[in-house]
């Protein structure tokens, strides 16, 4: 079995796992917990903790896997044009340096390409660390004395927790499933901590999305749910036009010990209409009785830690790893094995200097052809810029277009007549590319038509949520008071208000 070390440091303190790994994943827990350092205002703080830490687990020679924040990482996605696997790097290095400010050819940049369309373009999410924390991390790699590092994404490991029939690999034929418009079934994986949750929403093991949320101190656990599920579709909602392909949530998966995750379920199931799994941290463990509590903790702040030594004892690549990054490849040249093919014809038979100029002609060639490639790349990149920011920009319109007659009318064709139902106010804002949301209030008399109305506004274009119904008794009749927010998505274009009328 080889062993791991994984670390973590939040600004504060410096948190660990040690574990002993075989090939299939399942982890023997040798050392785990939490650092302080003796002066937190010192700069070598985290330098001088990763250093005890190492001496202590005995892991000078062993692969050390340094996790950061969601926070700490810059990202843009963008669209490439049709390329082979070794020429992408060098095209997403230059459209990168386009689209992260601050990006130099010395920054850890790493990249997560998603499947390729029909016509052979796709979309490239480009992942960088931040400035600020650069400095800090290299300090982190130097002092840790080990030689085999990785610095990774921490929600990205998050994926290892997922069901092996998730883990399939991507293929060719996969490709025609993303269109870019066709929602897939997505897996939303939630790891919530003390301080703070990572966020992963994946799709057969290929991340789609993460984020890491910082949590208030000492917020109780349904004000955290709904906190989570909020920040969570906030970031949906924001990102939705810069995916890579649009999601549809069908799974659930919440990663933590039963206090950390109680109440969590139930939220996330009523919000998202799907399945909810729950699974403990140590279920990636193997022996945990064998462990004290102190060196098998069962918290969901150790979650991307064993999830990281999980995937790295099985030899899975992370989706980014900025210590080893996916960089172009330097050109192949055989011209040291020509010569070498050259001088043993010439001492072996003499005379072949025609067949030792018709080898150089033939890596002359060669670089040439190389040479014309890489400049029509070039030169197809710098062509299509401004195509493709047309495309752009009339896409986000087109998707952003809402024919407001149309989904008005189509709202009151769903929502029961008046006395049933009256809408008292109606607020429209937009929300994000493609996406608006209304907030209304009114009165059903009865409720119950509240409940009819919420079910018949509910489909794939409309969200509602009603978070609660006040119920009164005005003279003899029984009413319900409500407040609702509806979230629409543009279908791309209008559609005829067709929906068959609600009868109250």
């Given amino acids: 079995m080889a062993r791991f070390l994984a670390v973590r440091w939040n600004g504060r303190a410096l948190r660990f796992a040690c574990a002993d790994a075989d090939r299939g994943g399942r982890l023997k827990l040798v050392d785990a917990g939490l650092r302080l350092p003796a002066d937190p205002q010192s700069a070598t703080a985290a330098a001088d903790l990763l250093r005890s830490v190492v001496q202590e687990t005995r892991c000078e020679k062993q692969r050390l896997l340094i996790l950061i924040g969601r926070g700490a990482i810059e990202s843009t996605t963008f669209d490439v044009p049709p390329a082979t696997d070794d020429e992408l790097p060098s095209l997403v290095q230059n459209l990168a340096l386009q689209n992260l400010p601050g990006l130099t050819d010395e920054s850890a940049l790493d990249f997560i390409a998603y499947p390729a369309r029909a016509d052979g373009t796709r979309t490239v999410s480009a992942m960088a660390i931040m400035a600020e924390e650069q400095s800090q991390i290299r300090a982190l790699?130097?002092?840790?004395?080990?030689?085999?590092?990785?610095?990774?994404?921490?929600?990205?490991?998050?994926?290892?927790?997922?069901?092996?029939?998730?883990?399939?690999?991507?293929?060719?034929?996969?490709?025609?499933?993303?269109?870019?418009?066709?929602?897939?079934?997505?897996?939303l994986l939630v790891a919530r901590g003390e301080e703070q949750a990572d966020v992963l929403v994946s799709?057969?093991?290929?991340?789609?999305?993460?984020?890491?949320?910082?949590?208030?101190?000492?917020?109780?656990?349904?004000?955290?749910?709904?906190?989570?599920?909020?920040?969570?579709?906030?970031?949906?909602?924001?990102?939705?036009?810069?995916?890579?392909?649009?999601?549809?949530?069908?799974?659930?998966?919440?990663?933590?010990?039963?206090?950390?995750?109680q109440g969590l379920a139930q939220t996330f199931a009523d919000h998202y209409?799907?399945?909810?799994?729950?699974?403990?941290?140590?279920?990636?463990?193997?022996?945990?009785?064998?462990?004290?509590?102190?060196?098998?903790p069962d918290t969901a702040?150790?979650?991307?830690?064993?999830?990281?030594?999980?995937?790295?004892?099985?030899?899975?690549?992370?989706?980014?790893?900025?210590?080893?990054?996916?960089?172009?490849?330097?050109?192949?040249?055989?011209?040291?094995?020509?010569?070498?093919?050259?001088?043993?014809?010439?001492?072996?038979?003499?005379?072949?200097?025609?067949?030792?100029?018709?080898?150089?002609?033939?890596?002359?060639?060669?670089?040439?052809?190389?040479?014309?490639?890489?400049?029509?790349?070039?030169?197809?990149?710098?062509?299509?810029?401004?195509?493709?920011?047309?495309?752009?920009?009339?896409?986000?319109?087109?998707?952003?277009?809402?024919?407001?007659?149309?989904?008005?009318?189509?709202?009151?064709?769903?929502?029961?007549?008046?006395?049933?139902?009256?809408?008292?106010?109606?607020?429209?804002?937009?929300?994000?590319?493609?996406?608006?949301?209304?907030?209304?209030?009114?009165?059903?008399?009865?409720?119950?038509?509240?409940?009819?109305?919420e079910r018949s506004l509910r489909d794939e274009r409309h969200d509602i949520r009603i978070p609660g119904i006040r119920e009164q008794l005005v003279g003899k009749e029984l009413q319900g008071s409500f407040q609702a927010t509806l979230t629409i998505r543009n279908a791309g274009r209008p559609e005829p208000a067709t929906k068959a009328r609600v009868q109250p």
Avoid at 163 to 178: H, N, Q
Avoid at 227 to 256: K, M, N, P, Y
Avoid at 280 to 291: F, Q
């Fill in 273 to 296: 209409q799907c399945a909810v799994e729950h699974v403990s941290v140590l279920d990636l463990a193997m022996d945990v009785a064998a462990n004290s509590p102190e060196t098998a």
């Fill in 141 to 187: 790699r130097e002092s840790s004395g080990c030689r085999n590092t990785a610095i990774l994404a921490a929600p990205h490991a998050l994926r290892a927790f997922t069901a092996v029939r998730e883990a399939t690999a991507w293929t060719p034929d996969m490709a025609g499933a993303w269109d870019g418009q066709t929602p897939v079934d997505t897996t």
């Fill in 301 to 453: 702040d150790y979650a991307p830690l064993l999830a990281a030594i999980s995937e790295a004892a099985r030899g899975i690549r992370p989706a980014i790893d900025f210590a080893a990054p996916r960089r172009p490849q330097p050109p192949r040249s055989r011209r040291g094995r020509w010569l070498a093919l050259a001088a043993g014809s010439l001492l072996l038979i003499g005379g072949g200097g025609a067949y030792v100029r018709a080898q150089f002609e033939e890596i002359d060639e060669e670089n040439q052809r190389l040479a014309e490639r890489l400049q029509e790349l070039n030169e197809l990149i710098r062509d299509t810029e401004p195509r493709r920011a047309l495309v752009t920009a009339m896409t986000a319109w087109e998707k952003n277009r809402f024919s407001w007659p149309d989904e008005l009318l189509d709202l009151t064709t769903r929502i029961p007549a008046r006395p049933g139902i009256t809408v008292q106010q109606l607020s429209v804002a937009a929300a994000g590319p493609g996406t608006s949301v209304a907030t209304f209030s009114g009165i059903g008399r009865p409720p119950e038509l509240i409940a009819q109305m």
């Fill in 203 to 261: 799709t057969n093991g290929l991340p789609l999305l993460s984020r890491t949320i910082r949590l208030p101190k000492g917020m109780p656990q349904s004000d955290a749910a709904q906190f989570l599920i909020g920040e969570t579709q906030r970031t949906l909602i924001s990102a939705g036009g810069h995916l890579a392909q649009r999601t549809r949530i069908s799974r659930v998966v919440l990663i933590g010990a039963a206090e950390e995750t």
